[in-house]
C-alpha cells in the first residue's frame, strides 16, 4: 500500500513539474478553457436571472372582471367558483364594492382631490373578481370562458387584461431561449477548441520527452506511470482555468454593481444575478472545477493513447 501512495505522489509531483516546465504551452490552451468556462457559468447566471424577472411581472398580470350593482352574492360566487375551476386558473379573489373603495383610497392617499370626490359621493366603483393565469401562453382559455354571454352579462364592464406586461414578458422569455442557444453552440464549439489545443499541447509535451518515455519503457515503467504526469498536468489546466473564471465573473458583477452603480443592464438584473452569484459561489465553483478538470483529463487521455506507442494495459 506504501508502495502505491509514492507511486501516486511521483506521478503528482511529476505532473506539477511539467506543468511548470510547459506553462508557455498552456497558457493558449487555458486561455480558450477559461472563456469556455467563463459562458458556461455566465449563461446560468443569466438563465436563472430572467427567470425572476419573468416571475416577477407574471405576479403582477391579472383579469380583472368587473360586475353589476345587481349581480347578487350568490351569482358572484358561482362565478368565482367556475373560474377556479379552469384548468389555468392559479387564484381567484372577490372583491366586494366596499373593499374595492378602500383599496383605491388607499392608493391614492397622497391625492386629496380624489380622498374628496370619493367622500362626496356614493361608492362608484363595482365589485371585482381577480384572477391570476398559471400560464400566460394559455391566458386565451380564462378569456373565452369569460366571453361567454352568460358571463358577460354579468359584467359592467369589458374584462380587463394587462396585455403590455405580457409583452414584455414574451419579449424577455424570446430574449432568453435565444441567449439559452447562443450559450450552448458557444459553450461546445469553444470546447471543442480547448480540448484540441490541450490535445496538441499534450502531443507536443510527448514528444519533447520521447528520450525520456522510451528510458521509462526499457526501465519497464507501466503504462499507468507513463501517463499519469500527463494527465495531472491537463487536469491543473482545468483547475486553474475554473478558478480564473469564477473570480472574472465575479469581477465583472463587482465592476457592474459597485465601480458602475448599476442595477440593471438591458434585461438583466444585476442586483438579483451578484446575490444569485454569492449564495451559490461554492457550488458554481466545485461545478467549474468538475467541467474543467473533466475536460483536461479527457483530452490527455485521448493524447496518450494515440501518441504514446506502447501496448495499453
Do not use: C
Not at 354579468?154 to 447562443?182: C, F, M, W
Not at 459597485?258 to 466545485?286: E, M, N, P
Amino acid at each position: 500500500m506504501r508502495r502505491k501512495y509514492t507511486t501516486l505522489w511521483r506521478i503528482i509531483h511529476t505532473g506539477i513539474v511539467n506543468f511548470i516546465r510547459n506553462a508557455s504551452l498552456a497558457i493558449a490552451a487555458m486561455a480558450v478553457m477559461i472563456v469556455t468556462l467563463t459562458i458556461v457559468l455566465f449563461s446560468l447566471i443569466a438563465n436563472a436571472t430572467f427567470a425572476n424577472t419573468i416571475n416577477q411581472i407574471t405576479s403582477k398580470i391579472d383579469i380583472s372582471v368587473y360586475l353589476k350593482d345587481t349581480v347578487t352574492p350568490a351569482q358572484s360566487s358561482q362565478l368565482v367558483a367556475q373560474l377556479q375551476k379552469l384548468p389555468n386558473t392559479q387564484s381567484v379573489t372577490y372583491l366586494s364594492k366596499d373593499q374595492v373603495l378602500k383599496n383605491f383610497i388607499q392608493q391614492n392617499a397622497n391625492n386629496q382631490q380624489l380622498q374628496s370626490a370619493a367622500d362626496a359621493t356614493s361608492n362608484p366603483l363595482p365589485a371585482t373578481i381577480r384572477i391570476k393565469p398559471r400560464d400566460l401562453n394559455k391566458i386565451n382559455d380564462i378569456k373565452a370562458f369569460l366571453d361567454k354571454p352568460a358571463v358577460t352579462a354579468l359584467e359592467s364592464e369589458p374584462t380587463s387584461y394587462n396585455g403590455s406586461l405580457k409583452q414584455a414578458i414574451d419579449n424577455i422569455t424570446h430574449a432568453t431561449n435565444v441567449l439559452r442557444e447562443i450559450g450552448i453552440i458557444a459553450v461546445i464549439v469553444f470546447a471543442v477548441v480547448s480540448a484540441l489545443i490541450i490535445f496538441n499541447t499534450i502531443q507536443m509535451a510527448i514528444f519533447n520527452r520521447r528520450d525520456e518515455i522510451q528510458i521509462m519503457r526499457l526501465l519497464g515503467a507501466s503504462t499507468s506511470y507513463i501517463r499519469g504526469p500527463f494527465i495531472v498536468e491537463s487536469a491543473i489546466y482545468g483547475l486553474l482555468s475554473a478558478v480564473i473564471s469564477v473570480l472574472i465573473v465575479n469581477s465583472i458583477f463587482v465592476a457592474a454593481s459597485s465601480t458602475l452603480q448599476a442595477t440593471t443592464f438591458g434585461l438583466l438584473d444585476i442586483g438579483y444575478a451578484v446575490t444569485y452569484f454569492d449564495h451559490r459561489f461554492w457550488k458554481f465553483l466545485g461545478m467549474q472545477l468538475m467541467v474543467g478538470i473533466l475536460i483536461g483529463t479527457v483530452s490527455s487521455v485521448i493524447a496518450t493513447r494515440r501518441y504514446l506507442k506502447f501496448k495499453i494495459k
